[in-house]
């Protein structure tokens, strides 16, 4: 059952929970203080497995699996480049998908005519997400950030069909939003190698609304993170676009280094 907020609250709710929470952590173990005056610079790349669920404006629903998400995959691309000062960060996550599936087979038509169908249908997104956080909790036990920016979506979607060699259609669409986002960004320290990087932001803008939210468990050495969670993002829109619903969900795992 997918989770639908109303006007973002639950997902606000959850950001000030969190907050409160993690605010309230005392210190566990002695280890970086994370308060030097110099800038940090990180780098990620991860794998999202995510399954998406779009649903068109007339109610008609497609649901892609990640496995056939990963047959279609033509190129893809997930990554995030930040830089951290004392409580300043700047980050941004992107994504990049580009998907196609052909068609070749063949049909039978009224009059017991057989003709063969072929073609293709293709997919691009972008989503970038660029921010700026503040951290208003920052110890050996948990560093807990405000973050604020904006989140761009781009979809571009095609088709072909060829009728026996012949094209009888050809078209294509394509729809950019760009959303202000508002949330929170946390990770908690177990132990000086065990941690706990938790995410959410809710949006506003050319879009009714979006939001996102992932938590996970990482591990930290000597020179770069793993990480590993749950990831979902979910898009509503009007009825004047080409989707009125996009909901992208599913596990995640990546590594970071920092320089």
Known sequence: MKMKPVNGRPVLAAILTLSLFLISTGPAFAAESGNSSDWTFDGAIY?????????????????????????????????????????????TDVIYLDLKQDVNNDRNFAGGQT????????????????????AIH???????????????????????????????????????????????????????????PMYADVGWGDSDSTWQAYAGVGYKFSSFNLVAGYRYLDYNFDDNTMLSELVSKGVFGGITFSF
Do not use: C
């Open 47 to 91: 794998m999202w497995g995510a399954q998406m669920s779009m649903t068109t404006p007339g109610g008609q629903s497609v649901d892609l699996p990640f496995y056939q998400i990963l047959d279609d995959l033509e190129f893809a691309f997930m990554g995030i480049f930040g830089a951290r000062n004392d409580k300043w960060s700047i980050l």
């Open 138 to 196: 920052n110890s050996d036990a948990a560093r807990v950030e405000i973050v604020g920016g904006a989140r761009y979506l781009d979809l571009e979607a095609g088709a072909t069909v060829n009728f026996d060699g012949e094209q009888v259609f050809d078209n294509s669409t394509s729809q950019g939003y760009w959303d202000g986002v508002i949330g929170l960004r946390a990770a908690v320290y177990l132990d000086e190698h065990w941690f706990l």
């Open 115 to 134: 003709r063969n169908v072929t073609g293709e249908v293709n997919m691009k997104s972008w989503i970038v997400t660029p921010t700026v956080g503040y």
